[in-house]
């Protein structure tokens, strides 16, 4: 009888990890908040992103070639942005009133919200290192 109960102790303790590992992996991606990127849709959309969370909008023109830059390395270096950011893109050339209401005067432009879609800090560039340089502290 003992050998059988040795069988049976071994089979669940090689059985148990396979179990408990993945759920451990399910909650730390539920912990995690994923960060994502939007196309600018309006101002209802930016207050109820900023409130809540961690939100920028980044002023691209297609004609921009350190906009066309930093959206290469933004798509290879995602996984490295600050968990839970939002990133909103705007179009440099169509967002007039977007680009006064932040005093953006040049393309390729990041604007920080606060919790209620109000700039709090703007610069220009820097790619994914400047993302995480002026999220970090949220």
């Known amino acids: 009888m003992r050998p059988l109960l040795r069988l049976l102790l071994t089979s669940l303790f090689l059985l148990l990890p ?7 992996a399910e909650d730390a991606a539920v912990a995690a908040p994923q ?7 309006g101002d209802a959309q930016l ?3 900023a409130a809540k969370g961690t939100t920028v909008v980044f002023f691209y023109a297609a004609w921009c070639p350190n906009c066309r830059a930093t959206v290469t390395e933004l798509n290879a ?7 839970g950011l939002t990133l909103v893109i705007a179009d440099y050339d169509k967002e007039q009133a977007l680009k006064a209401r932040f005093g953006v005067t040049y393309q390729d ?26 999220t970090s502290a949220l």
């Open 18 to 24: 396979a179990t408990i590992v993945p759920a451990i």
């Open 35 to 41: 960060s994502q990127v939007l196309s600018y849709e």
């Open 47 to 49: 207050a109820e992103l």
């Open 77 to 83: 270096r995602w996984d490295e942005v600050n968990p």
């Open 109 to 134: 432009t990041f604007v920080l919200l606060d919790q209620d879609g109000k700039g709090v800090e703007l610069w220009n560039s820097g790619g994914v290192n400047g993302l995480n340089a002026h």
